[in-house]
């Protein structure tokens, strides 16, 4: 099983201290998130004084920007330097104590320890939870979930890209053609929002569900509202003009209920009750 990696600890379930960490313990004392200008350091400027200034002006857009982009983040002092240490040197395909390549005792037990942090933070056994850390991005975490519950051609279901969906949950264009990898390995069928209310079409959703038997239906979305006027200071976002409804593409079944840019609440309960009615499992991101 899969299990995803959070800056935030889940109320009651603090894990040891020892497991986490002092930084990531209730009442440690915070890390700072934001450096002042120039987050570059001076031997970058002395080498290569181009990207410097790049980095810089970079640190300087986050730093006077309003970012609203549901995978981005503010990543601690901490954290920048742990993700450019020396580990970056060092090649590791493959699993701890089952690399391809040599010299990796120091990475495997790193990669070991992040694996009982991340376990610890959500209180699971180790004897009934595996967890996978190497995923760089929520695409290749997705995909490894995917197939983990499916076998290639499955069908699943996702709510469509212009109502808010993400590209991994099987986007093609209307002409047909396959955007993402899970609509090359897997068959797709997108469910959307109301072209009058903007909400979810559970309606439509349960009658395409039917028609299309998944095997996966995802729920979730990427919490960015639609896009509105660019204030300053600068907005960045992800969330794009919903175009009117066009009809969907020949699809394939498997139900997943999740989103890129829905701001609304789900109804999981409904959810839950169209995956049990075609025999779907649902997966909720």
């Known amino acids: ?21 002092p930084s990531m313990v209730a009442g440690a004392p915070p890390t700072p998130v934001a450096d002042p200008p120039g987050m570059s350091s001076a031997a970058l400027h002395g080498e290569d004084p181009e990207v410097a200034g790049l980095i810089d002006a970079e640190a300087a857009r986050q730093r006077d920007g309003l970012e609203l982009i549901a995978s981005e983040n503010f990543a601690s002092p901490a954290v920048r330097e742990a993700l450019g240490s020396i580990m970056t040197n060092k090649y590791s395909e493959g699993l701890p104590g089952k690399r391809y390549y040599g010299g990796n005792e120091h ?3 790193l990669e070991r320890l992040c694996q009982a942090r991340a376990l610890a933070l959500y209180g699971l056994d180790s004897e009934e939870w595996g967890v996978n850390v190497q995923p760089y991005s929520g695409s290749p975490a997705n995909f490894a979930a995917y197939t983990a519950l499916l076998e290639p051609h499955d069908r699943l279901m996702g709510l469509s890209l212009p109502s808010g969906g993400h590209l991994t949950h099987g986007h093609y264009t209307p002409r047909g053609k396959k955007i993402s990898a899970t609509s090359i390995y897997f068959e797709s069928l997108p469910y959307e929002v109301h072209p009058d209310t903007g909400l979810i079409d559970y309606d439509g959703l349960e009658q395409r569900a039917a028609l299309f038997r998944p095997k996966l239906l995802i729920a979730g979305a990427r919490p960015t509202p639609t896009p509105t006027p660019t204030p300053t200071p600068t907005l960045t976002t992800t969330a794009r003009p919903r175009p009117r409804p066009r009809p ?3 699809p394939s079944p498997h139900v997943v209920a999740g989103a890129s840019a829905y701001p ?3 109804d999981y309960a409904r959810m839950r009750a169209i995956c049990d009615g075609v025999g779907a499992l649902l997966l909720c991101p």
Request: with cysteine; glycine share 10%.
């Open 1 to 21: 099983m899969l299990v995803g990696l959070c800056a935030a600890l889940v109320p009651g379930k603090a894990p040891p201290r020892s497991a986490v960490g």
């Open 107 to 109: 990475v495997d037990e």
């Open 248 to 250: 969907s593409p020949s």
């Open 264 to 266: 609304r609440e789900w």
